[in-house]
């Protein structure tokens, strides 16, 4: 690598990846995590298994359909991906040394990076997992000094044995369980009596360490930072969509994010980014670096503030992140991730850049919506929407308005964004994820119900599917496809 003088200022932050001549991929199954980052660095582009967009962007290259085992993870699909001759033919044509960034990767993914004579720009998979597992959560934020909900760590035997671990940690009869590993949705249980633990004993019993919560009435909020070299840069507090049945048919399930500039109290913002300063700290210290998402509980009543769970990685909250109007006005968190792999020396105030991002004047307001399949049902799409800008009548009609791949492009209320997932042709079974609805404005309300024009927009990209029932045994054939794409 050629040497570079360090780095002083976002200016020059700017100005080096503006002329940034390796090539650097984003590889999932889409590119909507990082969707826009191809703007900010020149050689940015994504390697995406589902074409959101007809072959429109020009950053975006879908390798053509081959036989593969089912999936049953991103990684799957990244492995897939990189075994692709399209895949391999496209990266040897554009030369250089080639980076990859990825949503999710394991092993194999770093051995099939190594033989493309690729780097990854994360910290090794190894110590991801270890991080991402909620039970190493708890015992990094107590470090760490970040309280999480009153719990106790324990593998479960049985009903009884719940009960006096929950006894014992002083946490009440009214529980909830998360398991180390996993999507909140699937792997969050709630437990009053011994009938709810039936449910989701095969899920808890024998699977090593159990998260046991005592359970409280709160509001899940999201914040995503990047541990750094000079420090741990903090973006903006964000309020969560969580659980409403008109987008996921998971209780407790993640389905959108806000963000605004007054999202709850300012001392429940400003604590929020202690925390994850403290968070990201405490990361560097295990050894991890770069992006990561930590997830908040907010008591309703007391408004005191619990850590949730560690994302390390770029998550589904992180288009938020990187479109708000203070990453427009100084450079978007994944740079700095891409920044701090690059090798580049630099040295940005970050106390100064941290205060910045917490003033309210530079956080526009935005939201977005996950739309997942909600019915108990498996069928064919004979009708997709598609991926650009949808509008609103003043009655409430959805139509489709213009192709577009900037989000930014929205330019009022009534216009929204929306990125599909499944197309044509595609099976829709419940839980699939339909796609992804950007608008300015709130998506809730300040009580946390959804707004009307909330509604409005999911009942009117819902109503733009069409599908046709399927006869015959066609739930093995799609089983595998029970896992986020986002």
Known sequence: MTAHKKLKNISEVRRFFHRHEEPIYFISATNFNLLGLDEWAKNFSFISYIDCYDGQHPNVFCPSEQPHAEFESIEDINNYLLQHKEVIDHIAQRGGEPKFIFLMFDEQTEALSKELGAKIWFPPAELRSRLDNKIETVRI??????????????????????????????????????????????????????ADFAKHADEIIGHGEIKVMKRINCRGAAIEACATKSGTIVGPLM?????????????????????????????????????????????????YRGY????????????????????????????MTNHAAFAHADAPLALFHLLEFSGVPFNVDIPELNARWADPQNIDSWCQMVIKHTDDSIDRITRAPETG?????????????????????????????FLRILKTGDYRYEGADLGILVTRGRAMTDGFALTERSRKWIDGIRGQYLAEPLTGPVKEEIAAHDFKFL
């Open 141 to 194: 934020g107590n470090k760490a000094g970040v309280p999480s909900v009153p719990n106790a760590l324990s593998q479960i035997n049985d009903y009884k044995h719940l009960t006096e671990v929950a006894a014992k940690a002083k946490l009440g009869d009214d529980l909830v369980l998360q398991s180390a590993y996993g999507d909140s949705g699937h792997t969050t249980f709630f437990i009053k009596c011994e």
């Open 239 to 287: 309020t969560e969509l969580v659980g409403f049945g008109e987008l996921t048919p998971y209780r407790g399930g993640w389905c959108g994010n806000e963000i605004f500039a007054n999202a709850f109290s300012a001392r429940v913002r400003a604590k929020a980014r202690d925390y994850t300063f403290a968070f990201g700290e405490q990361l560097r210290k295990e050894g």
């Open 292 to 319: 990561f998402e930590l997830d908040f509980l907010i008591d309703i009543k007391t408004r005191e503030i619990f850590l949730g769970e560690l994302n390390p990685r770029i998550t589904g909250a992180s288009s």
């Open 389 to 417: 800008i949808w509008r609103m009548d003043d009655d409430g009609k959805v139509t489709f308005s213009r192709f577009d791949y900037h989000r930014r492009a929205v330019r009022n209320e009534n216009e929204a964004f």
